[in-house]
């Protein structure tokens, strides 16, 4: 069985050691995260976490994370490319608050186990099954939260790095297989998740992202909120990221634009062919009035067809 196979009929595995992991301790780190994050930190009890991003005073996104409230601290999970990029955020904004910051993506080994029998395997590594997205439990020295990196059911392992290859060994001995980056991101497009960085990027306000479990309204004053309540209010948002497919085995570039009787009314983020689907999947910033219509759409330049599934 292929990693792909895996995602789509059982489970497989991958590695994310490297990620961004910033963690903060001390007794403001509450008040500051919660100033700083676009959901409601304040309401996480320990050993749950939700899904935010971090904007920056004209309301753009300047990054992604998983927040997750361990016993006497945050852990923040936040992609390669962001982990410095976040950790120098929210430090220039500590004045006089007992915070501190610890860039701990060298500490740990991550491993995602995804697909719709990964629940078998939480139970083989003797941990239990969690009900809610971003729930956390302690695992072998680290943890195991239920996060997706491709939008399938499945749960992430925070494990210190010497163990890394003692959890692989039992996921192998289990008949799990490796799924490879370019199988996760397959998926990962197939099931219309964004990744920070390719999808989703500092040009984009957070409405715009149509990752509304990001957000909590009404939560208060945190930085960029004043955008994003203008935005809510007067409902002035025109394009929305949105799964695309496009009748090719070709997928185009990102920033590939596609059009309507010779308009562009859309943008691609990320694209590749999809050996279930025997198409191109992609995600595309889509004009809102496009996606109540859904029309037949070209790439800009081509007759190649695309569609809003």
Same mark, same amino acid.
């Not at 009900?131 to 943890?143: F, L, S, V, Y």
């Not at 694209?271 to 037949?296: G, H, I, M, N």
């Given at each position: 069985m292929t990693g792909y196979e895996g995602l789509h009929t059982a489970a497989a595995w991958f590695d994310l050691s490297g990620r961004g992991l910033v963690r903060m301790t001390g007794e403001d780190r509450t008040r500051l995260l919660h100033a700083m994050a676009t959901n409601d930190i304040q309401k996480l009890a320990p050993w749950h976490g939700c899904y935010t991003f971090f904007l920056n005073a004209q309301g753009r996104i300047l990054a992604d994370a998983n927040v997750f409230v361990l016993d006497n601290s945050y852990l923040l999970d936040t992609e390669p490319e962001t982990g410095e990029k976040l950790l120098q955020h929210l430090d220039q904004y500590v004045i006089a608050d007992d915070v501190t910051f610890a860039d701990e993506s060298q500490q740990w080994a991550v491993i995602d186990v995804e697909g719709p029998e990964s629940g078998k395997i939480l139970e083989q590594l003797q941990a239990t099954p969690l009900? $809610?997205? &971003?729930?956390?439990? %302690? &695992?072998?020295?680290?943890?195991i939260a239920t996060v997706s990196a491709t939008g399938a059911v499945g749960f992430r392992v925070f494990i210190p790095a010497s163990e890394k290859a003692d959890v692989i060994a039992k996921l192998t001995s289990a008949g799990v297989p490796e799924a490879k980056p370019d199988e996760v991101r397959t998926v990962r497009i197939e099931n219309g998740k964004p990744r920070y960085g390719e999808d989703i990027t500092e040009r984009y306000l957070a409405q715009e992202t149509n990752?509304? @479990?990001?957000?909590?309204?009404? #939560?208060?004053?945190?930085?960029?909120?004043?955008?994003?309540?203008?935005?809510? *209010? +007067?409902?002035?948002? @025109?394009?929305?990221? @949105? *799964?695309? +497919?496009?009748r090719s085995q070709s997928p185009p570039e990102p920033r590939t634009k596609l059009n309507v009787e010779g308009q562009d009314i859309a943008e691609i983020t990320s %694209?590749?062919?999809?050996? #279930?689907? +025997?198409?191109?999947? /992609?995600? /595309?910033?889509?004009?809102?009035? $496009?996606? $109540?219509? #859904?029309?037949?759409?070209k790439i800009t330049g081509t007759d190649i067809t695309a569609y809003i599934p």
């Open positions: 009900d $809610q997205p &971003w729930d956390i439990q %302690a &695992w072998e020295g680290g943890m990752q509304m @479990h990001a957000v909590a309204y009404g #939560k208060g004053c945190y930085l960029g909120q004043e955008i994003v309540e203008r935005v809510r *209010s +007067r409902a002035q948002i @025109h394009r929305m990221l @949105h *799964s695309v +497919r496009i %694209a590749v062919f999809s050996p #279930k689907l +025997r198409e191109v999947a /992609a995600l /595309a910033y889509v004009r809102v009035e $496009q996606l $109540q219509t #859904k029309p037949e759409m």
